[in-house]
């Protein structure tokens, strides 16, 4: 079961997408989907931020963003916690202070802790392998009755994963329909009624981008995660293909007209010229082709997830007949005979191998954790043992124990 499903249920992502994205937002209680009290602690816990508030961001220099102070919907001055501010993008944080002014009410946002955090990374690639998009995640840490940011809305669809405390949150329907980032300071106003929706642990909260909301913690501290997806609008794909086309038709480099006062008069060689242009504009091929260079941008590596892999490739060697492995998710894997041999492709990757390993890479290849040794008959233990570290290498399969073999 792929991580959305999981997170969705009881829901599945086709009624999620036909009835709730882009649309409504949608409240998934621990009491519907019980899976999530224990898929969320071991995501990310409240450990896990403390280590890398009070280890990683003590010590070195950092991104003067990495993390954020909000009080009362306000944002704190970056002075007020930063050692050293002016126009550096490296920075050391203060975390002693950081510390101070969460006990006196202040929220602490940790951004990208995808980039810090292995499970909330490796969760992160798989929703963008999934949605052609990139997907960040943030850490918010609100103390018990306390604010942080106003009331807003985000450019990007979220999910918000409530990991410790309760928050209370106000959502109502957008003033702008959809918006983009360059949409976020669009002055209208919420319209629609307030909705009231506790959010505890162990729950989570869809908000579509455009969306109304503001969060209160209950009496007791908060702690949630937010994933951020990033939209991709028709907009942004037709601005692709007019820019292939600027370059390759001449028709779209022409000037208008002269005077452009006098071409806007001239309405039918306007209408004339502006339906020629659309007709080569309605290109399938070429939306096609940007579609696959967006995907490309995100999944860099054909599916094939590179977090862990040189530790992967390092002690592919100490495999046993009695090691455990699995297979790397997110990875959509074809699996094929023709004559003697076995087609084995996935992400970019492409292997022809003997006809004798179809039964074991099947068994391989179906998710479930297993050793060399509980492979099916018709190869022996040293092809079996061959062909689990030719597919480590690939970086198709994985130990299924976090600890490296001795």
């Given at each position: 079961?792929?991580?959305?499903?999981k997170l969705l249920y009881p829901h599945d992502p086709e009624t999620f997408f036909s009835r709730f994205w882009e649309q409504d937002y949608l409240h998934i209680r621990r009491a519907d989907n019980p899976a999530l009290r224990e898929l969320l602690p071991a995501l990310v816990s409240v450990?896990?931020?403390?280590?890398?508030?009070?280890?990683?961001?003590?010590?070195?220099?950092?991104?003067?963003?990495?993390?954020?102070?909000?009080?009362?919907?306000?944002?704190?001055?970056?002075?007020?916690?930063?050692?050293?501010?002016?126009?550096?993008?490296?920075?050391?944080?203060?975390?002693?202070?950081?510390?101070?002014?969460?006990?006196?009410?202040?929220?602490?946002?940790?951004?990208?802790?995808?980039?810090?955090?292995?499970?909330?990374?490796?969760?992160?690639?798989?929703?963008?392998?999934?949605?052609?998009?990139?997907?960040?995640?943030?850490?918010?840490?609100?103390?018990?009755?306390?604010?942080?940011?106003?009331?807003?809305?985000?450019?990007?669809?979220?999910?918000?994963?409530?990991?410790?405390?309760?928050?209370?949150?106000?959502?109502?329907?957008?003033?702008?329909?959809?918006?983009?980032?360059?949409?976020?300071?669009?002055?209208?106003?919420?319209?629609?009624?307030?909705?009231?929706?506790?959010?505890?642990?162990?729950?989570?909260?869809?908000?579509?981008?455009?969306?109304?909301?503001?969060?209160?913690?209950?009496?007791?501290?908060?702690?949630?995660?937010?994933?951020?997806?990033?939209?991709?609008?028709?907009?942004?794909?037709?601005?692709?293909?007019?820019?292939?086309?600027?370059?390759?038709?001449?028709?779209?480099?022409?000037?208008?007209?002269?005077?452009?006062?006098?071409?806007?008069?001239?309405?039918?060689?306007?209408?004339?010229?502006?339906t020629m242009l659309a007709a080569r504009l309605v290109d399938a091929g070429r939306a096609r082709r940007a579609l696959h260079r967006q995907v490309a941008t995100v999944d860099r590596t054909g599916g094939v997830p590179l977090r862990g892999l040189l530790a992967q490739l390092t002690h592919?060697?100490?495999?046993?007949?009695?090691?455990?492995?699995?297979?790397?998710?997110?990875?959509?894997?074809?699996?094929?005979?023709?004559?003697?041999?076995?087609?084995?492709?996935?992400?970019?990757?492409?292997?022809?191998?003997?006809?004798?390993?179809?039964?074991?890479?099947?068994?391989?290849?179906?998710?479930?954790?297993?050793?060399?040794?509980?492979?099916?008959?018709?190869?022996?233990?040293?092809?079996?043992?061959?062909?689990?570290?030719?597919?480590?290498?690939?970086?198709?399969?994985?130990?299924?124990?976090?600890?490296?073999?001795?």
């Amino acid at each position: 079961m792929s991580i959305l499903k999981k997170l969705l249920y009881p829901h599945d992502p086709e009624t999620f997408f036909s009835r709730f994205w882009e649309q409504d937002y949608l409240h998934i209680r621990r009491a519907d989907n019980p899976a999530l009290r224990e898929l969320l602690p071991a995501l990310v816990s409240v450990e896990d931020l403390d280590e890398l508030l009070t280890v990683t961001y003590a010590t070195g220099s950092h991104r003067s963003d990495a993390l954020c102070l909000t009080r009362d919907g306000r944002v704190l001055t970056p002075g007020d916690y930063l050692r050293s501010t002016a126009g550096q993008p490296l920075v050391q944080i203060d975390v002693e202070r950081v510390l101070t002014l969460y006990r006196h009410g202040a929220s602490i946002t940790l951004n990208r802790v995808h980039e810090a955090l292995p499970a909330v990374g490796g969760l992160c690639d798989e929703l963008s392998a999934f949605f052609g998009v990139r997907v960040h995640a943030n850490a918010y840490l609100t103390p018990a009755d306390a604010q942080g940011f106003p009331t807003h809305f985000d450019t990007h669809d979220v999910i918000l994963l409530q990991l410790a405390g309760a928050k209370s949150w106000r959502v109502q329907p957008p003033p702008v329909q959809l918006p983009t980032p360059a949409m976020h300071d669009h002055g209208a106003a919420p319209a629609g009624p307030v909705t009231e929706v506790p959010l505890r642990s162990a729950e989570l909260l869809y908000i579509p981008r455009g969306f109304v909301h503001q969060g209160i913690a209950t009496d007791a501290a908060s702690v949630h995660l937010t994933l951020g997806i990033t939209p991709y609008p028709w907009s942004w794909l037709l601005h692709r293909v007019l820019d292939e086309l600027e370059r390759d038709d001449v028709d779209f480099r022409r000037t208008v007209a002269p005077q452009l006062g006098r071409a806007a008069l001239d309405e039918e060689r306007l209408a004339e010229t502006l339906t020629m242009l659309a007709a080569r504009l309605v290109d399938a091929g070429r939306a096609r082709r940007a579609l696959h260079r967006q995907v490309a941008t995100v999944d860099r590596t054909g599916g094939v997830p590179l977090r862990g892999l040189l530790a992967q490739l390092t002690h592919a060697e100490q495999v046993t007949l009695t090691t455990p492995v699995r297979l790397k998710q997110p990875v959509e894997i074809d699996l094929s005979r023709s004559g003697d041999r076995v087609m084995l492709s996935f992400g970019r990757t492409a292997l022809t191998l003997p006809s004798f390993t179809e039964a074991p890479l099947r068994v391989l290849c179906n998710g479930a954790a297993v050793c060399a040794a509980q492979l099916p008959a018709g190869i022996d233990d040293s092809g079996k043992l061959v062909l689990i570290k030719r597919l480590i290498r690939e970086g198709l399969l994985e130990f299924a124990d976090p600890l490296v073999p001795a």
